[in-house]
């Protein structure tokens, strides 16, 4: 029973253009969103985060949207860069929860030159 | 200066063995977790430890056994392993534990068990 959806596995794009990443959740007790990315043999790294009172969160390149009425987020970068070909994870935390991150399956973007 | 360091990279073992990950952080957090990631890619906290306490114990077999020495170590302990058991355990940690912390993950282990 996933509660966090990642519905496309991969994703291409040009460089220079946009990448949208989405994501789903069935939790409404999720308060807190997070994105990480990650390179194949290494660890997640964060890259941006956003609380459920807010429905926008910017960090240069980096854009998190958040629906909560569709239950729905999605990360934008503009403009994509090669360097951003990466798995990208979208995760939920329930509120009040000890940090107990809930992870999609990941979307496998890749930027071409 | 790695902030999350797990040893070893690569574990390769065969059923049945007993076999242990470590983990460390030079963050300064006071929490620390457990993470696997399956075959089919899903990441899925195992354990979760706050100045050395069990806060997060997910639904996982009594072989596996946490152990933190001090805040700054969490390792990961396995009896008996099973061909199941393969897959990558990735440790992280936050800063006080809360729900809307950062957790900072490590490279991960890669357990290959035959």
């Known amino acids: 029973d996933q509660q966090v959806k990642q519905n496309s596995p991969s994703l291409s794009v040009q460089e220079g253009r946009i990448s949208i990443l989405n994501c789903d959740y069935t939790n409404s007790m999720f308060d807190y969103f997070l994105w990480y990315k990650k390179y194949p043999a290494e660890g997640p790294t964060f890259l941006i985060s956003i609380s459920s009172i807010k429905d926008k969160n910017e960090d240069g390149r980096f854009t998190v949207f958040l629906n909560k009425s569709a239950k729905h987020l999605s990360l934008h970068i503009v403009p994509s860069q090669p360097g951003d070909s990466a798995v990208y994870f979208c995760?939920?935390?329930?509120?009040?929860?000890?940090?107990?991150?809930?992870f999609g399956k990941g979307t496998k973007l890749s930027v071409k030159p | 200066d790695t902030a999350v360091s797990q040893t070893p990279k690569y574990l390769v073992t065969q059923m049945g063995n007993d076999k242990s990950i470590k983990c460390e952080q030079n963050?300064?957090?006071?929490?620390m977790y457990w993470y696997k990631q399956d075959s089919k890619k899903f990441l899925k906290i195992m354990f979760s430890?706050?100045?050395?306490?069990?806060?997060i114990n997910e639904t996982v077999p009594n072989r596996f056994s946490p152990k933190s020495p001090d805040k700054a170590h969490l390792n990961l302990h396995i009896n008996s392993l099973e061909l199941g058991d393969s897959a990558v355990y990735f440790c992280?940690?936050?800063?006080?534990?809360?729900?809307?912390?950062?957790?900072?993950f490590g490279p991960g282990t890669r357990l290959l068990v035959l």
């Open positions: 995760a939920a935390v329930v509120g009040g929860s000890q940090g107990n991150l809930i």
């Open positions: 430890y706050n100045n050395k306490e069990l806060i």
């Open positions: 963050l300064g957090h006071d929490t």
């Open positions: 992280a940690s936050s800063l006080r534990g809360g729900n809307q912390e950062t957790q900072y």
